[in-house]
T-cell receptor
Framework: GQSLEQPSEVTAVEGAIVQINCTYQ??????LSWYQQHDGGAPTFLSY????GLEETGRFSSFLSRSDSYGYLLLQELQMKDSASYFC??????????FGTGTRLLVSP | DVKVTQSSRYLVKRTGEKVFLECVQD?????MFWYRQDPGLGLRLIYF???????EKGDIPEGYSVSREKKERFSLILESASTNQTSMYLC???????????FGPGTRLTVL
C-alpha cells in the first residue's frame, strides 16, 4: 500500500519555528510537495522537492531525504495567519499525488 | 491568476440520486483531478484526466465516473449516491509536468 505519515497536530507560539515531518512509503516517487489549507479554504501549494536537500521560500523551507523516505516543512517567524492544516504529498508519477492525512498547526499569541 | 471553479459549494442529495459535480478551469490546463477529503484521511484521488476524453482511475474510483468533453471542464458523476459518499469534493488542475496543482473551492456534498 501507499502511506504518508505526519503528526496530526502541532502547536506553537507566534515568532517561533516549527517543523512538520512527513515519512512516506509509496509505489513510485518523483517528488514531495507541501500544501497549506485554511479552514473552509482550498489547498494551496507551498513547495516541491524532487532532489535531496533544502528548498527555501521566504519564511517556509522544505527538506527532502529520498534515502530515508522523509521530508519536512519548516516554518519560521510564525504568524497567527499560519494556523492551518499542512499536507505533504508524493508525486507518484504523471503528477498523480498521494496525500498525507494532514497536520493541523495552531499558532497562539 | 489561475481560476478553478466548482459548480456548487454545498449540495444535498438523496440516496440513489445521480449527482453531477462540475469543475471548470480557465488556464488551458491539460491535467485535471478529482479528490475527496474526509477528516483524518486527507485528500484521496478519485479520477484524473490528462486530456479531453481521457480519464484514469485514481485510488478510490469505486462508485464514481467522470467525463471530460472539453479541455476546461471535468465532471464527476455519482451514478447512484450513497451515504458513504458524503464528503468534501475538490477539483484541481495543472499543466504539463508543472508540480503545482491549483484547487477549486470544493463542494461539500451531503447524501441523506
Amino acid at each position: 500500500g501507499q502511506s504518508l505519515e505526519q503528526p496530526s497536530e502541532v502547536t506553537a507560539v507566534e515568532g517561533a519555528i516549527v517543523q512538520i515531518n512527513c515519512t512516506y512509503q509509496t509505489s513510485g516517487f518523483y517528488g514531495l510537495s507541501w500544501y497549506q489549507q485554511h479552514d473552509g479554504g482550498a489547498p494551496t501549494f507551498l513547495s516541491y522537492n524532487a532532489l535531496d536537500g533544502l528548498e527555501e521560500t521566504g519564511r517556509f523551507s522544505s527538506f527532502l531525504s529520498r534515502s530515508d523516505s522523509y521530508g519536512y516543512l519548516l516554518l519560521q517567524e510564525l504568524q497567527m495567519k499560519d494556523s492551518a492544516s499542512y499536507f505533504c504529498a508524493v508525486n507518484t508519477g504523471f503528477q498523480k499525488l498521494v496525500f498525507g492525512t494532514g497536520t493541523r498547526l495552531l499558532v497562539s499569541p | 491568476d489561475v481560476k478553478v471553479t466548482q459548480s456548487s459549494r454545498y449540495l444535498v442529495k438523496r440516496t440513489g440520486e445521480k449527482v453531477f459535480l462540475e469543475c471548470v478551469q480557465d488556464m488551458d490546463h491539460e491535467n485535471m483531478f478529482w479528490y475527496r477529503q474526509d477528516p483524518g484521511l486527507g485528500l484521496r484521488l478519485i479520477y484524473f484526466s490528462y486530456d479531453v476524453k481521457m480519464k484514469e482511475k485514481g485510488d478510490i474510483p469505486e462508485g464514481y465516473s467522470v467525463s471530460r468533453e472539453k479541455k476546461e471542464r471535468f465532471s464527476l458523476i455519482l451514478e447512484s449516491a450513497s451515504t458513504n459518499q458524503t464528503s468534501m469534493y475538490l477539483c484541481a488542475s495543472t499543466f504539463g509536468n508543472y508540480n503545482e496543482q491549483f484547487f477549486g473551492p470544493g463542494t461539500r456534498l451531503t447524501v441523506l
